[in-house]
Protein backbone atom coordinates (compact mmCIF):
# COMPACT_ATOMS: atom_id res chain seq x y z
CA UNK A 1 0.00 0.00 0.00
CA UNK A 2 1.65 3.25 -0.99
CA UNK A 3 0.50 7.04 -0.19
CA UNK A 4 -0.42 9.02 2.63
CA UNK A 5 -1.19 7.37 5.82
CA UNK A 6 -4.80 7.22 6.96
CA UNK A 7 -7.43 7.03 9.99
CA UNK A 8 -9.92 4.80 9.69
CA UNK A 9 -13.32 6.82 11.69
CA UNK A 10 -16.29 5.09 12.55
CA UNK A 11 -19.56 5.88 14.02
CA UNK A 12 -21.85 2.63 14.98
CA UNK A 13 -24.70 3.76 15.18
CA UNK A 14 -28.13 2.45 16.37
CA UNK A 15 -29.12 1.47 12.65
CA UNK A 16 -26.19 1.82 11.13
CA UNK A 17 -22.20 1.78 10.89
CA UNK A 18 -20.65 4.88 8.81
CA UNK A 19 -17.35 4.91 8.12
CA UNK A 20 -14.64 7.15 6.23
CA UNK A 21 -10.76 6.99 5.51
CA UNK A 22 -9.24 10.35 5.80
CA UNK A 23 -5.84 11.33 5.93
CA UNK A 24 -3.93 12.50 8.46
CA UNK A 25 -4.61 16.20 7.38
CA UNK A 26 -8.15 16.30 7.40
CA UNK A 27 -8.76 14.59 3.49
CA UNK A 28 -11.19 12.55 2.85
CA UNK A 29 -9.44 8.93 1.47
CA UNK A 30 -10.99 6.60 -1.17
CA UNK A 31 -13.34 4.82 1.00
CA UNK A 32 -16.80 6.41 2.52
CA UNK A 33 -19.71 4.04 3.18
CA UNK A 34 -22.00 2.80 5.70
CA UNK A 35 -23.56 -0.23 6.02
CA UNK A 36 -27.28 -1.28 8.33
CA UNK A 37 -26.59 -3.38 11.63
CA UNK A 38 -26.70 -6.56 11.19
CA UNK A 39 -26.16 -9.77 13.30
CA UNK A 40 -22.73 -10.28 14.22
CA UNK A 41 -22.12 -13.21 11.79
CA UNK A 42 -22.99 -11.57 8.80
CA UNK A 43 -21.54 -8.33 9.84
CA UNK A 44 -18.07 -8.74 10.58
CA UNK A 45 -17.19 -10.67 7.19
CA UNK A 46 -19.29 -7.87 5.11
CA UNK A 47 -17.48 -5.53 6.31
CA UNK A 48 -13.97 -7.45 5.75
CA UNK A 49 -15.21 -7.72 2.23
CA UNK A 50 -16.06 -4.07 2.16
CA UNK A 51 -12.85 -2.68 3.51
CA UNK A 52 -10.54 -5.25 1.52
CA UNK A 53 -12.08 -4.15 -1.82
CA UNK A 54 -11.65 -0.39 -1.04
CA UNK A 55 -9.17 0.34 1.30
CA UNK A 56 -6.42 0.11 -0.47
CA UNK A 57 -4.59 2.82 1.52
CA UNK A 58 -2.18 2.85 4.46
CA UNK A 59 -3.64 2.94 7.79
CA UNK A 60 -2.23 4.42 10.77
CA UNK A 61 -5.22 3.93 13.32
CA UNK A 62 -8.50 3.41 13.99
CA UNK A 63 -10.52 5.43 15.78
CA UNK A 64 -14.54 5.57 16.56
CA UNK A 65 -17.88 6.09 19.24
CA UNK A 66 -20.65 3.79 19.27
CA UNK A 67 -24.25 3.32 20.72
CA UNK A 68 -24.53 0.29 19.16
CA UNK A 69 -24.86 -2.94 21.01
CA UNK A 70 -21.52 -4.35 22.65
CA UNK A 71 -22.08 -7.25 20.27
CA UNK A 72 -22.07 -4.99 17.22
CA UNK A 73 -19.12 -3.22 18.21
CA UNK A 74 -17.30 -6.46 18.83
CA UNK A 75 -17.75 -7.34 15.14
CA UNK A 76 -16.58 -4.07 13.97
CA UNK A 77 -13.57 -4.48 15.91
CA UNK A 78 -12.92 -8.32 14.59
CA UNK A 79 -13.42 -6.67 10.76
CA UNK A 80 -11.14 -3.97 11.40
CA UNK A 81 -8.34 -6.28 13.23
CA UNK A 82 -8.69 -9.38 10.49
CA UNK A 83 -8.27 -5.77 7.63
CA UNK A 84 -5.57 -3.62 9.60
CA UNK A 85 -4.61 -5.29 11.92
CA UNK A 86 -5.39 -2.79 14.28
CA UNK A 87 -7.86 -2.53 17.48
CA UNK A 88 -10.44 0.01 18.14
CA UNK A 89 -9.90 3.22 20.03
CA UNK A 90 -13.40 4.25 20.90
CA UNK A 91 -13.87 7.45 22.31
CA UNK A 92 -16.24 8.40 25.21
CA UNK A 93 -18.27 11.40 26.03
CA UNK A 94 -15.86 14.04 28.09
CA UNK A 95 -16.67 16.87 30.67
CA UNK A 96 -14.79 19.07 28.14
CA UNK A 97 -13.06 19.20 24.98
CA UNK A 98 -10.50 21.23 24.00
CA UNK A 99 -8.27 21.46 21.00
CA UNK A 100 -6.92 24.39 18.79
CA UNK A 101 -9.16 27.17 19.77
CA UNK A 102 -12.59 24.59 19.93
CA UNK A 103 -14.06 24.84 23.04
CA UNK A 104 -16.95 22.61 24.23
CA UNK A 105 -18.32 22.28 27.70
CA UNK A 106 -20.74 19.62 28.70
CA UNK A 107 -23.31 20.89 30.88
CA UNK A 108 -25.31 17.12 31.57
CA UNK A 109 -25.66 16.40 35.04
CA UNK A 110 -23.52 13.54 34.91
CA UNK A 111 -21.34 14.18 31.50
CA UNK A 112 -20.83 10.47 30.73
CA UNK A 113 -24.64 10.48 30.26
CA UNK A 114 -24.59 12.03 27.05
CA UNK A 115 -24.81 10.20 24.18
CA UNK A 116 -20.96 9.94 22.60
CA UNK A 117 -22.64 10.00 19.10
CA UNK A 118 -24.50 13.81 20.51
CA UNK A 119 -20.89 14.70 21.60
CA UNK A 120 -19.30 14.31 19.10
CA UNK A 121 -21.67 16.10 16.46
CA UNK A 122 -21.47 18.79 18.95
CA UNK A 123 -17.90 19.15 18.62
CA UNK A 124 -18.04 19.11 15.02
CA UNK A 125 -21.40 21.94 14.94
CA UNK A 126 -18.91 24.15 17.17
CA UNK A 127 -15.70 23.49 15.38
CA UNK A 128 -17.69 24.50 11.89
CA UNK A 129 -19.43 27.33 13.08
CA UNK A 130 -17.10 28.50 16.27
CA UNK A 131 -18.85 31.74 18.59
CA UNK A 132 -22.19 31.36 17.18
CA UNK A 133 -24.91 29.80 19.30
CA UNK A 134 -26.66 26.44 18.15
CA UNK A 135 -29.09 24.54 17.92
CA UNK A 136 -27.99 20.87 16.73
CA UNK A 137 -31.11 18.72 15.06
CA UNK A 138 -29.86 14.90 14.72
CA UNK A 139 -32.68 13.44 12.54
CA UNK A 140 -31.80 9.46 13.06
CA UNK A 141 -33.48 6.75 15.01
CA UNK A 142 -34.11 9.46 17.39
CA UNK A 143 -34.12 12.73 16.96
CA UNK A 144 -32.41 15.12 18.84
CA UNK A 145 -32.16 18.32 19.64
CA UNK A 146 -29.46 19.76 21.63
CA UNK A 147 -28.16 23.78 22.22
CA UNK A 148 -24.82 25.08 22.73
CA UNK A 149 -24.00 28.56 23.95
CA UNK A 150 -22.17 30.95 22.21
CA UNK A 151 -19.48 30.63 24.60
CA UNK A 152 -19.13 26.94 23.61
CA UNK A 153 -21.33 25.68 26.67
CA UNK A 154 -23.65 22.75 25.89
CA UNK A 155 -26.87 23.63 27.91
CA UNK A 156 -29.09 20.41 27.33
CA UNK A 157 -30.80 18.79 24.96
CA UNK A 158 -34.17 16.83 24.44
CA UNK A 159 -34.59 13.12 22.24
CA UNK A 160 -37.80 12.01 21.38
CA UNK A 161 -38.02 9.24 18.42
CA UNK A 162 -37.38 9.67 15.31
CA UNK A 163 -39.60 10.26 12.16
CA UNK A 164 -39.41 6.04 10.81
CA UNK A 165 -40.18 5.36 14.65
CA UNK A 166 -42.93 7.62 14.89
CA UNK A 167 -44.30 5.78 11.53
CA UNK A 168 -44.01 2.61 12.60
CA UNK A 169 -45.40 3.46 16.12
CA UNK A 170 -48.87 4.12 14.45
CA UNK A 171 -48.44 1.61 11.87
CA UNK A 172 -47.80 -1.59 14.62
CA UNK A 173 -49.72 0.32 17.63
CA UNK A 174 -53.34 0.54 15.83
CA UNK A 175 -55.52 -1.79 13.85
CA UNK A 176 -56.49 0.53 10.72
CA UNK A 177 -53.87 3.15 10.31
CA UNK A 178 -50.61 2.15 7.72
CA UNK A 179 -47.06 3.08 7.03
CA UNK A 180 -47.95 6.18 5.49
CA UNK A 181 -46.01 7.61 2.52
CA UNK A 182 -48.06 10.88 2.54
CA UNK A 183 -46.91 14.60 2.48
CA UNK A 184 -47.20 17.71 5.16
CA UNK A 185 -49.70 20.06 4.38
CA UNK A 186 -51.87 22.35 6.24
CA UNK A 187 -55.18 21.01 6.00
CA UNK A 188 -54.61 16.82 5.24
CA UNK A 189 -58.10 15.43 3.90
CA UNK A 190 -56.89 12.21 3.61
CA UNK A 191 -55.09 9.48 5.98
CA UNK A 192 -51.54 9.25 4.47
CA UNK A 193 -51.22 13.21 4.67
CA UNK A 194 -52.26 13.23 8.28
CA UNK A 195 -50.28 10.70 9.53
CA UNK A 196 -46.85 12.21 7.48
CA UNK A 197 -48.16 15.80 8.83
CA UNK A 198 -48.83 14.92 12.17
CA UNK A 199 -45.16 13.22 12.18
CA UNK A 200 -43.29 15.94 10.55
CA UNK A 201 -45.64 18.34 12.98
CA UNK A 202 -44.40 16.54 15.72
CA UNK A 203 -40.69 17.01 15.12
CA UNK A 204 -41.00 20.35 13.54
CA UNK A 205 -43.07 21.26 16.90
CA UNK A 206 -40.13 20.23 19.17
CA UNK A 207 -37.19 21.93 17.21
CA UNK A 208 -39.44 25.10 17.72
CA UNK A 209 -40.04 24.62 21.10
CA UNK A 210 -36.95 24.22 21.76
CA UNK A 211 -35.40 27.42 19.75
CA UNK A 212 -37.71 29.16 21.36
CA UNK A 213 -36.55 28.92 24.35
CA UNK A 214 -33.33 28.90 23.80
CA UNK A 215 -33.46 32.07 22.17
CA UNK A 216 -35.26 33.56 25.11
CA UNK A 217 -31.64 32.93 27.12
CA UNK A 218 -28.79 33.04 24.82
CA UNK A 219 -29.74 34.87 21.42
CA UNK A 220 -30.90 33.81 17.98
CA UNK A 221 -29.31 30.44 17.60
CA UNK A 222 -28.04 28.94 14.16
CA UNK A 223 -30.11 25.51 13.49
CA UNK A 224 -28.07 23.03 12.28
CA UNK A 225 -29.76 20.17 10.79
CA UNK A 226 -27.78 16.70 10.16
CA UNK A 227 -29.25 12.45 10.43
CA UNK A 228 -30.66 10.59 7.57
CA UNK A 229 -34.04 12.48 8.16
CA UNK A 230 -33.33 15.74 7.96
CA UNK A 231 -34.14 15.66 4.35
CA UNK A 232 -37.79 15.56 5.45
CA UNK A 233 -37.52 18.06 8.00
CA UNK A 234 -35.59 21.00 5.94
CA UNK A 235 -37.72 21.96 3.55
CA UNK A 236 -39.79 23.51 6.84
CA UNK A 237 -36.49 25.22 8.45
CA UNK A 238 -34.67 28.31 6.92
CA UNK A 239 -35.98 31.60 5.34
CA UNK A 240 -38.93 32.00 5.50
CA UNK A 241 -40.39 29.85 8.27
CA UNK A 242 -40.16 30.27 12.27
CA UNK A 243 -36.81 28.96 11.98
CA UNK A 244 -34.80 31.42 9.71
CA UNK A 245 -31.59 30.58 10.72
CA UNK A 246 -30.61 27.06 9.58
CA UNK A 247 -28.53 25.15 8.01
CA UNK A 248 -27.40 21.64 6.64
CA UNK A 249 -24.40 19.72 8.00
CA UNK A 250 -23.35 15.88 7.02
CA UNK A 251 -21.75 13.44 8.77
CA UNK A 252 -21.17 15.53 12.04
CA UNK A 253 -20.04 12.45 13.86
CA UNK A 254 -17.55 11.22 11.99
CA UNK A 255 -15.93 14.69 11.95
CA UNK A 256 -16.34 15.21 15.52
CA UNK A 257 -14.67 11.75 15.80
CA UNK A 258 -11.45 13.07 13.48
CA UNK A 259 -11.11 16.13 15.59
CA UNK A 260 -10.94 13.70 18.87
CA UNK A 261 -8.04 11.69 17.35
CA UNK A 262 -6.43 15.08 15.84
CA UNK A 263 -6.33 16.18 19.89
CA UNK A 264 -6.12 12.71 21.07
CA UNK A 265 -2.36 12.58 18.72
CA UNK A 266 -1.41 15.91 19.73
CA UNK A 267 -1.54 14.88 23.65
CA UNK A 268 -0.06 11.73 23.09
CA UNK A 269 3.60 10.64 24.34
CA UNK A 270 6.07 10.84 21.16
CA UNK A 271 8.89 8.35 20.75
CA UNK A 272 12.07 9.10 19.54
CA UNK A 273 11.14 9.32 16.02
CA UNK A 274 8.82 11.96 16.60
CA UNK A 275 5.76 9.34 16.29
CA UNK A 276 3.13 9.44 18.55
CA UNK A 277 2.72 5.76 20.32
Known sequence: ???????????????????????????????????????????????????????????????????????????????????????????????????????????????????????????????????????????????????????????????APGVRLMYEALARGTANLPFASGQMVAYPDNTDDAIASGVLGSQLGLIERFVRNFRNENGDPMVVLTGGYAVLLAPYVGAGTALPSAVREENLVLRGVFLRACATVATAPQDATGSSQ
Open 1 to 159: MNGPAHWLLLDAGNSALKWVLMTLDGRVGPAFGSMRNAPPAELTPALVREWTDRARVPVRAAYGCGVAAPVLMRSVEQAVQKVFALPVHWFETQPRFAHEGVVLRNGYRDSAQLGVDRWHSLIAARAAHPDRSLVVVTAGTATTVDGVTGDGSFVGGAI
